[in-house]
């Protein structure tokens, strides 16, 4: 799952698989380069979706957009690790090679799509552009194919409302028409960063099942980036928790989120809303900026379980059977059970 391929250390990959390895990215920040991201790997497989779990500034994002290039332009630099995809790291292109991954190869939606899409330009125009710019058709042919893509992905007389502007649609219909800008160029893999933020419970479950019903049809590979464990739950065969720019743990979706065996996805569980449960539990404190970062475990100032040896020594990721891992050095101790 999140063990990288072995064929991926030779520089390739099988037919479709994005594989992130040891990945550790900076930012310049108070006249200095301070990492964000520290040995982060990962592996999506075609019709395979993983999710990405964690609080704000966990390094998820930033995750996401490192894949695609997007690090750059926000001033980040890769300085160690590799991306690979289709036998080439994509750390390693540049910009005008990177074009031709991104869109056609590799599908982006973003959070807040209404911020997403351009308020000059018919939506209509916005998906035909993603295509011409990644197939050599005519004008016409482009927007045909924006037609069709808008009637896929469930939006009500589509020939028409491509003539229309983001503003005269809802948030959950712009979602809609990000994810047809998304599947556009016919990628293998869509990265999903936050895709049901702001949306409502109702719109939330359609725009998943949207996306369930795409990845069904097109074998499509998801990276899928959340904070909440609920959607998780309900999209991902396997997930990684990070914290602090780290791989906390890892595994089979539904065995991490049923026996969580590091504090703080017990401490991620334990912060959700539930029926039966009137009283939330938070986790004390907040997670450190990339230059606050403890200097042993990330997580041990917010830590319950914590002792002296977690303030003196950096864990490592141990990955045991099934592709599991955690990163604590009371693993074989500790057993927390989600409630």
């Known amino acids: 799952m999140i063990a990288p391929e072995t ?38 497989r075609p019709g395979h ?14 995750t996401a957009s490192t894949v695609l290039g997007l690090h750059r332009s926000a001033g980040g630099r890769a300085t160690g690790g590799h991306v690979w995809f289709d036998g080439r790291d994509l750390l390693t292109l540049d910009d005008v090679e990177l074009r ?18 351009d308020p000059a330009f018919t939506v209509g125009d916005q998906i035909a552009e993603t295509i011409r710019a990644h197939f050599q058709v005519s004008r016409r042919e482009a927007w045909g194919r924006a037609v069709t893509m ?22 959950g219909m712009c979602q809609r028409v990000m994810i047809a800008i998304a599947l556009a160029a016919d990628p293998q893999i869509l990265v999903a ?13 359609q725009v998943l099942g949207l996306l369930k019903e795409q990845q069904a049809e097109r ?29 906390v743990e890892q595994g089979p979706a539904a065995s991490v989120l049923r026996r969580p065996r590091h504090p703080y996805t017990h401490g991620l569980l334990a912060a959700m809303p539930r029926p039966a449960i009137r009283r939330l539990t938070p986790i004390a404190g907040r997670v450190p900026a990339p ?27 141990v990955i045991g059977s099934n592709e599991s891992g955690v990163r604590c050095l009371r ?9």
């Open 193 to 205: 960063d936050e895709p049901t933020t702001a949306l409502d419970v109702t719109i939330q479950a």
């Open 49 to 62: 979706t993983v999710g990405l779990a964690g609080e704000s500034g966990s390094g998820k994002s930033v």
């Open 7 to 44: 064929q991926a250390r030779t520089g390739g990959t099988a037919d479709g698989v994005l594989v992130v390895e040891d990945l550790c990215v900076e930012f310049r920040m108070m006249n200095r380069w301070v990492p964000v991201l520290d040995n982060v790997s990962l592996t999506v």
């Open 219 to 247: 074998g499509l590979g998801i990276l899928f980036i959340t904070h909440d464990l609920g959607v998780i739950a309900e999209m991902c065969d396997t997930m990684a928790v990070m914290y602090a720019g780290q791989v």
């Open 100 to 117: 031709g991954v991104r869109g056609a190869r590799i599908g982006l939606i973003l959070q807040q799509p209404q911020r997403s899409l």
């Open 291 to 317: 230059h606050e970062m403890p200097a042993a475990c990330r997580f041990e100032p917010r830590c319950a379980f914590s002792t002296s040896a977690c303030k003196a020594t950096v864990p490592d990721l």
């Open 150 to 171: 808008l009637d896929e992905v469930g939006i009500p007389s589509a020939a028409r409302r491509a003539h229309e502007y983001p503003h005269t649609f809802s948030g």
């Open 331 to 339: 693993r074989d101790e500790l057993t927390v059970v989600a409630r």
